[in-house]
C-alpha cells in the first residue's frame, strides 16, 4: 500500500520518501572532530544538489580574533540576531566572500551554521554581507567527509586534495561509503565533462 503526503506543497509517496537519506539518519552514530579536518585543503567530489564549488575549501579553527572580526560584521548588518558565539568549533572557506561558521548544536557532526557571503558583484561600494543559517551535518567516514544541508536536502562528499578519486567508479564507491541517499547525485567528474562540452 502507497500512501501519500502533501508536504509544503509537494506530494510525496511513503516508498519515494523512505528511499531519501534525512538528516536524523545521517548523523546516527556520525563522528566528525574538527580537528580531523582541519590543516588540510578539501574538494567536493560528489554533490546531490545543483551547486557545486570548485575552488578547494579550507576549514580552520575559530582562532578568537576571527570569530570577533565575524562577529562585528553580523552585528553591523542584524544586532538583533541571537548567535552562541561560544560554540564556534569550525570555520569554512569554500570559496573567496564566503565564510561559513559552525556552532556546534549539541551532537557530534551537528551543526547550526552561520553563512556570511559578500555582495561581491554588486557596485562600489560593497553593500553589507548577507547573512544565513544553516542546520547542517557533517561525517567523516574513512578518508571521506559528509555534508548535509538539513533545509533542502543537499549533500556533498568531500577528500582532501590529494585524496580525490579519480574515476566515476571510485567517486560513487566514496560517496556510498557516506550512506547519502538523494536523488540527483553525480560526480565532479561529470560537472567537468559538461563544462568541456560547452
Request: proline share 6%; glycine share 6%.
Amino acid at each position: 500500500m502507497s500512501v501519500c503526503v502533501w508536504l509544503f506543497g509537494i506530494v510525496m509517496s511513503s516508498a519515494a520518501a523512505a528511499a531519501i537519506t534525512t538528516c536524523e539518519e545521517f548523523e546516527r552514530s556520525a563522528y566528525f572532530n574538527p580537528y580531523d579536518v582541519v590543516y588540510s585543503m578539501w574538494k567536493i567530489f560528489y554533490i546531490w544538489g545543483n551547486t557545486t564549488e570548485q575552488y578547494p575549501i579550507i576549514f580552520s579553527l575559530p582562532a578568537k580574533n576571527r570569530v570577533d572580526k565575524i562577529k562585528a560584521i553580523v552585528e553591523r548588518v542584524d544586532p538583533e540576531l541571537e548567535i552562541e558565539w561560544h560554540k564556534a568549533a569550525l570555520l569554512m572557506e569554500p570559496r573567496p566572500g564566503l565564510m561559513v561558521v559552525f556552532l556546534y548544536a549539541g551532537t557530534p557532526g551537528a551543526f547550526r551554521a552561520l553563512v556570511k557571503m559578500e555582495q561581491r558583484t554588486k557596485v562600489r561600494p560593497h553593500p553589507l554581507p548577507l547573512i544565513k543559517f544553516a542546520d547542517v551535518r557533517l561525517k567523516l567516514v574513512g578518508e571521506y567527509m559528509g555534508m548535509m544541508c538539513c533545509e533542502d536536502l543537499t549533500a556533498y562528499a568531500m577528500a582532501r586534495v590529494d585524496e580525490m578519486p579519480t574515476t566515476e567508479q571510485e567517486c560513487e564507491r566514496g560517496a556510498e561509503k557516506l550512506g547519502i541517499r538523494l536523488k540527483n547525485g553525480h560526480s565532479y567528474l561529470y560537472i567537468q565533462r559538461l563544462v568541456d562540452e560547452l
